[in-house]
């Protein structure tokens, strides 16, 4: 009883060294720099949409949730989830007395006629029994300076820090298999506009060379038409190897072999959310896994100060049997066959020749590291959402002067080739005309590319996707 009470006042009396956590000040902006003005920040935020909701295309839709089981990074982002949740547990466990219980039986027959031959008398019964058993406390430290306490808090730190990396792998998976459909989808209609514009330049050529027949166009006439087929023909074999290429670069974010992807909405049939709130700039601390994850990695670094400035004080541990020890096992565990010790151990470093300090040193140091890092998180983020919000503005702009001028160069074509046709004007002047619809049809579709993939930038800088 009397070393119970010890031990209670002990336990009571303990402290905690090192610094406690907060959260480092940092200056978030009233909104989001943008174009234009924003209008007043609310709560609501395109990242609180579910992915689904975001991306309405079924068969991308189904490429998502293929990836979300199988890709290889997130399986590993788990299994670093998994390994971190076993180290809190490892080092939550030195916190508690470990406890093992041991017995053993030995049976021996002592000679009578060794060396030295002994009478009957002297050894009536030559066979021996030899038990014991026992409960060892092995050796259990008293965490009275928060050793203990604050390496398991930075031990549950790296736990959630890698719990939120595996959301960031969510976000950026998701991210990643959108804009790696919309690309091929943009690719798949920059094919469908090369061989469009084959088929009109061959219907070209063939009254190119229908005139020159009759005396009218000449063998310059013919082959500019020529030079025009084969540009597009040029452009259709290019345009299927980068197809096969972004396929075998999707099916790796599925974990499967090279292969092709089944399409859904064509490229400009792809529908997302009307508007895009950007919501509330200090929600993105909260939201973005990258900002979390770097926060947890400060927490723990903070908590190590605390394990390296415990080496400076004692260390005081504890270990003891419990047991007993007989040649008689019925009477094992009684009267004197009974047997324990208690071995409480006090260790004081005295001269480490400078390697406390510089441990600490150490800690705190990168403490200090976590701190840019965590800052720059922050930074890095704003700037993300900043660069997506401008994005989308601009590209949505040019997609609209792009298409203006798309109906321009139409209409310029076919009158071309209208007044070619009744001598009016040259046939340069048509294939000039060609040439530009073609570049602007081709500049038109990865402007609205560039207008898809602007939005899942800002879904994923908002830290959307990993719900």
């Known amino acids: 009883m009397k070393y119970a009470m010890l031990l209670l006042a002990l336990l009571s009396a303990s402290c905690t060294v090192g610094p406690n956590y907060h959260r480092p000040a940092v200056q978030v902006p009233e909104n989001f720099r943008a174009p234009e003005p924003l209008a007043p920040a609310k709560a609501e935020s395109l990242a609180d949409l579910k992915w689904f909701q975001v991306f309405q295309d079924d068969q991308l839709q189904a490429l998502i949730r293929t990836a979300l089981t199988q890709n290889y990074d997130l399986l590993s982002a788990v299994a670093n989830v998994e390994a971190a949740r076993a180290n809190l547990g490892i080092t939550r466990s030195n916190q508690y007395p470990n406890l093992s219980a041991s017995g053993d039986v030995q049976f021996t027959r002592l000679s009578r006629d060794g060396t030295f031959a002994l009478p009957a008398s002297f050894v009536p ?120 290429q972004t396929e075998n670069q999707i099916s790796l974010l599925l974990a499967r072999n090279p292969g092709s992807i089944v399409r859904g909405r064509g490229l400009t049939r792809q529908a997302l959310p009307p508007d895009v709130p950007a919501g509330l ?100 983020a704003f700037s993300e959402v900043s660069d997506a919000l401008i994005a989308h503005r601009r590209v949505r702009e040019s997609r609209v002067e792009e298409e203006a001028l798309v109906t321009a160069l139409e209409d310029r074509k076919r009158l071309a080739y209208l007044r070619y046709q009744g001598g009016v004007d040259t046939l340069l002047n048509a294939l000039d005309a060609d040439r530009d619809l073609f570049q602007a049809r081709l500049a038109l579709s990865q402007i609205q590319l560039n207008e898809l993939l602007s939005e899942v930038q800002l879904y994923k800088a908002l830290g959307g996707g990993w719900q």
């Open 125 to 244: 019964s030559q066979n021996r029994t030899w038990g014991e058993a026992s409960l060892n406390l092995l050796s259990f430290e008293l965490d009275l300076w928060g050793r203990l306490r604050r390496a398991t808090e930075a031990a549950r730190a790296d736990l959630l820090s890698a719990e939120e990396n595996r959301k960031a792998v969510l976000t950026t998976l998701v991210a990643d298999v959108a804009t790696g459909y919309f690309t091929l989808r943009e690719l798949d209609n920059e094919l469908d506009i090369s061989r469009q514009t084959l088929e009109s330049r061959r219907q070209s050529l063939q009254l190119i060379q229908s005139r020159q027949g009759g005396g009218i166009a000449t063998l310059l006439d013919r082959r500019q038409g020529e030079q025009l087929v084969y540009t597009a023909a040029e452009t259709i074999p290019a345009l299927q190897q980068q197809i096969e």
């Open 281 to 380: 700039p200090s929600a993105l601390l909260e939201r973005r896994p990258d900002i979390l994850a770097a926060e947890e990695s400060l927490i723990a670094a903070n908590a190590n100060i605390g394990v390296a400035k415990a080496a400076y004080f004692p260390q005081i541990s504890l270990s003891g049997f419990l047991g007993g020890q007989s040649t008689q096992l019925a009477s094992l565990f009684s009267g004197p066959h009974s047997a324990w010790s208690f071995v409480p151990q006090v260790t004081q470093p005295i001269f480490t020749a400078g390697r406390l300090k510089s441990t600490v040193r150490l800690a705190e140091a990168r403490q200090r590291g976590a701190v840019i890092q965590y800052e720059k998180t922050i930074r890095t």
